[in-house]
């Protein structure tokens, strides 16, 4: 029986982390429409925060590529000074970007709502 306590506790702590992160990234974090999104990133840091194989598979025109993985060691390449738009594949990573880069100080991030597979714009593939 107290096995099944120790499940359940374990269930709620999960689904309380999950409440809170997802409140927490909506917060600091920006979710934009393709169309208010091309409405503000070429004034903006463009950055793709998918895994370089993925970046090369075919990003939006003028992205940088910084992946979420390399985040923490490059995230001083980024200007405080200016409005960052991130975008990932589908959002997920996008968050946990957003998330770190609060932490660190910035504050006008943006997010692709839907990720880059909701994208139908311009794209560049190596």
């Given at each position: 029986m107290s096995s099944l306590?120790?499940?359940i506790a374990i269930l709620v702590a999960v689904i309380a982390y999950s409440v809170f992160t997802y409140f927490n990234q909506k917060r600091i974090?920006?979710?934009l429409t393709e169309e208010e999104f091309r409405a503000g990133y070429r004034k903006a840091q463009l950055i793709d925060i998918r895994e370089p194989n993925e970046f090369d598979g075919g990003h939006?025109?003028?992205a940088r590529n910084l992946p979420l993985?390399?985040?923490?060691q490059r995230y001083k390449e980024l200007r405080t000074d200016q409005p960052i738009y991130l975008y990932c594949q589908n959002e997920t990573r996008s968050g946990?970007?957003?998330q770190l880069?609060?932490?660190k100080g910035y504050t006008d991030i943006n997010c692709l709502k839907g990720g880059f597979k909701q994208w139908s714009g311009r794209i560049k593939k190596k």
């Open positions: 306590y120790f499940l974090m920006k979710k939006i025109l003028g993985s390399q985040m923490r946990r970007a957003a880069l609060h932490k």
